[in-house]
């Protein structure tokens, strides 16, 4: 079964520093991989997605994530945070078939000024 | 920019009572999904949706849940007798095609308090 961990709960940085939030899978084939992005009262809207070639991609935002198959790790970065980056961030992977979803718990970033 | 919309955004029922929560997908889009989240959870999958039939359904996903597509735009999460443990955040999303790479868009939520 697929299952997606994000190991940090909560993360704060202050305005200007670099990010990188963690995102470890499981899954037995080529994952296809997600970053979704949900501030408050807002619904999930996609950073960015791998399924296959270059293992960075790059995203909305100025968010890049990088995938390591070795480490089954797909985490995402940001060189410099802004304030209207404070949101929860969920890493998902998604089944071949495409009918689901399977989102790690969340890690929730705050920006200092 | 087209978006998925839900309704209502919240939603407060007593326990054994019947809700429907109502999306609206993204016009040209033929793949359609229901997500929870209860409280300090993880999002969830429940159910997927395409013509007309259930394409994969969680575990979550008992016969106490239906889907529909009643008309052209609607597509609805009805819970029957809802239960304490039913409250969590909704999601409905909808993509335009199947695989795994398609990008499914989410609608802002239904929070459902069951008392």
């Known amino acids: 079964a697929q299952s997606v961990t994000q190991p940090d709960i909560h993360i704060t940085v202050s305005e200007g520093a670099s990010l990188e939030l963690r995102c470890n899978y499981s899954?037995?084939?080529?994952?296809?991989l997600f970053w979704y992005v949900q501030s408050p009262g807002q619904g999930l809207q996609l950073l960015l997605k791998?399924?296959?070639?270059?293992?960075l991609v790059q995203g909305i935002k100025g968010f890049e994530a990088e995938f390591k198959r070795s480490q089954s790790s797909f985490n995402l970065r940001k060189p410099s945070v802004h304030w209207s980056d404070a949101a929860e961030y969920f890493c998902?992977?998604?089944?071949?078939?495409?009918?689901?979803?399977?989102f790690g718990g969340g890690t929730r970033l705050m920006v200092k000024p | 920019e087209p978006e998925v919309t839900q309704t209502p955004s919240h939603q407060v029922t007593q326990m054994g009572q019947e809700v429907i929560l109502r999306c609206v997908p993204i016009?040209?889009?033929?793949?359609f999904y229901w997500y929870r989240q209860i409280l300090g959870q993880k999002v969830e999958f429940l159910v997927s949706?395409?013509?007309?039939?259930?394409?994969?359904k969680s575990e979550i996903f008992d016969d106490q849940f239906s889907v529909e597509r009643p008309d052209g735009s609607n597509f609805t999460l009805k819970i029957r007798s809802t239960k304490l443990e039913d409250s969590a955040m909704y999601f409905c999303?909808?993509?335009?095609?199947?695989?795994?790479?398609?990008?499914?868009?989410f609608g802002p939520g239904t929070r459902l308090t069951v008392l």
């Open positions: 949706f395409y013509n007309n039939e259930i394409s994969e």
């Open positions: 791998y399924f296959s070639g270059d293992t």
């Open positions: 999303a909808s993509s335009e095609a199947r695989g795994g790479y398609n990008e499914q868009f």
């Open positions: 016009s040209n889009h033929l793949y």
């Open positions: 998902a992977v998604g089944n071949n078939a495409g009918n689901m979803l399977t």
């Open positions: 899954y037995g084939a080529t994952p296809y």
